[in-house]
């Protein structure tokens, strides 16, 4: 990678901004739980559970009004990574048609039922996000009466949290952007942002969704010097590739300072590092202090 190149293009970028990009159903850059689907997610500074919480995903895409076999009395356990446990167990007034319960409907009983974990809907999928976070967070599902989480298509078993942000770089198959394609960006350089400002900038032409600032440059600078796994890379054969977040370089001293999110977002460049040649989603960290 022309890493001289790159750091030129975003020198001469700032200040400069356009229309915020559409975004593609599949994801360019998300949450390495839930690939080329979920791009926000939470980060805890807490004191003892500092990082990210568990999340759980069903592969299969619903409507956000799709009916799922859930009914009142149909009931789960979670345990979490301190020797907790507590049954959900679904009630009709959880449900507009109890005979016919809706997978949000489904998903915000389990928010309003459940101090360990919380539900939600994103990008056409059900998620179940652990309400506490870090490597040492767990969620240990256990499906009971009438099988709601099989229901739904959760899995049993356990996930885990972690102190990092595993990132998921993928290009689509058939981007909006242009004519490139899985093969057509294999083995070319990337380069992650990271952002406390949602604004735009312009790079060669091409819009990133966020505004660079302070945090990019201390970002940029603890990626040249490698402190940051997967920030600086190249994509492999299929135009892939995977990141770790480390919020290190701002989570320091006194944490209300901090923004209440960072944004990160990556550039795929030419061969030679000259020109931008994909842009990708914005994708959210949102700071739980």
């Given at each position: 990678m022309k890493r001289s190149a790159i750091f030129a293009g975003f020198a001469g970028a700032l200040g400069l901004s356009a229309a915020v990009l559409a975004h593609h159903v599949q994801t360019p850059l998300s949450f390495l739980s839930g690939p080329n689907v979920l791009d926000t997610i939470q980060y805890h500074l807490k004191p003892g559970g500092?990082?990210?919480?568990?999340?759980?995903?069903?592969?299969?895409?619903?409507?956000?009004?799709?009916?799922?076999?859930?009914?009142?009395?149909?009931?789960?356990?979670v345990s979490n990574g301190a020797g907790v446990?507590?049954?959900?167990?679904?009630?009709?007034?959880?449900?507009?048609?109890?005979?016919?319960?809706?997978?949000?409907?489904?998903?915000?009983?389990?928010?309003?039922?459940?101090?360990?974990?919380?539900?939600?809907?994103?990008?056409g999928h059900a998620f179940l996000r652990g309400e506490a976070a870090g490597s040492a967070a767990a969620l240990t599902l256990t499906d009971g009466s009438g099988g709601p989480l099989a229901a739904v298509g959760f899995s049993?078993?356990?996930?885990?949290?972690?102190?990092?942000?595993?990132?998921?770089?993928?290009?689509?198959?058939?981007?909006?952007?242009?004519?490139?394609n899985d093969a057509g960006l294999a083995f070319h350089p990337?380069?992650?942002?990271?952002?406390?400002?949602?604004?735009?900038?312009?790079?060669?032409?091409?819009?990133?969704?966020?505004?660079?600032?302070?945090?990019?440059?201390?970002?940029?600078?603890?990626?040249?010097?490698?402190?940051?796994?997967?920030?600086?890379?190249?994509?492999?054969?299929t135009s892939d590739a995977k990141a770790m977040l480390d919020l290190g370089p701002v989570a320091k001293g006194d944490l209300s300072q901090l923004?209440?999110?960072?944004?990160?977002?990556?550039?795929?460049?030419?061969?030679?590092?000259?020109?931008?040649?994909?842009?990708?989603?914005?994708f959210v960290v949102q700071l739980v202090k």
């Amino acid at each position: 990678m022309k890493r001289s190149a790159i750091f030129a293009g975003f020198a001469g970028a700032l200040g400069l901004s356009a229309a915020v990009l559409a975004h593609h159903v599949q994801t360019p850059l998300s949450f390495l739980s839930g690939p080329n689907v979920l791009d926000t997610i939470q980060y805890h500074l807490k004191p003892g559970g500092v990082g990210v919480p568990p999340y759980l995903m069903v592969p299969e895409e619903f409507d956000h009004h799709a009916v799922v076999n859930v009914a009142p009395g149909h009931s789960f356990t979670v345990s979490n990574g301190a020797g907790v446990t507590e049954s959900v167990v679904f009630d009709a007034s959880d449900f507009a048609d109890p005979a016919a319960p809706e997978i949000e409907e489904v998903l915000e009983a389990v928010s309003n039922r459940s101090t360990l974990l919380s539900g939600f809907y994103k990008n056409g999928h059900a998620f179940l996000r652990g309400e506490a976070a870090g490597s040492a967070a767990a969620l240990t599902l256990t499906d009971g009466s009438g099988g709601p989480l099989a229901a739904v298509g959760f899995s049993t078993g356990t996930a885990s949290g972690s102190r990092l942000v595993p990132l998921e770089i993928s290009i689509p198959l058939d981007d909006h952007h242009g004519a490139h394609n899985d093969a057509g960006l294999a083995f070319h350089p990337y380069r992650v942002f990271v952002s406390a400002t949602a604004g735009t900038t312009v790079l060669d032409g091409q819009t990133l969704p966020i505004a660079f600032d302070d945090v990019t440059r201390i970002y940029y600078r603890a990626a040249i010097q490698g402190q940051l796994q997967g920030f600086l890379g190249t994509l492999n054969d299929t135009s892939d590739a995977k990141a770790m977040l480390d919020l290190g370089p701002v989570a320091k001293g006194d944490l209300s300072q901090l923004p209440d999110e960072l944004y990160l977002a990556y550039a795929v460049y030419s061969m030679d590092g000259q020109a931008v040649e994909f842009v990708s989603n914005r994708f959210v960290v949102q700071l739980v202090k």
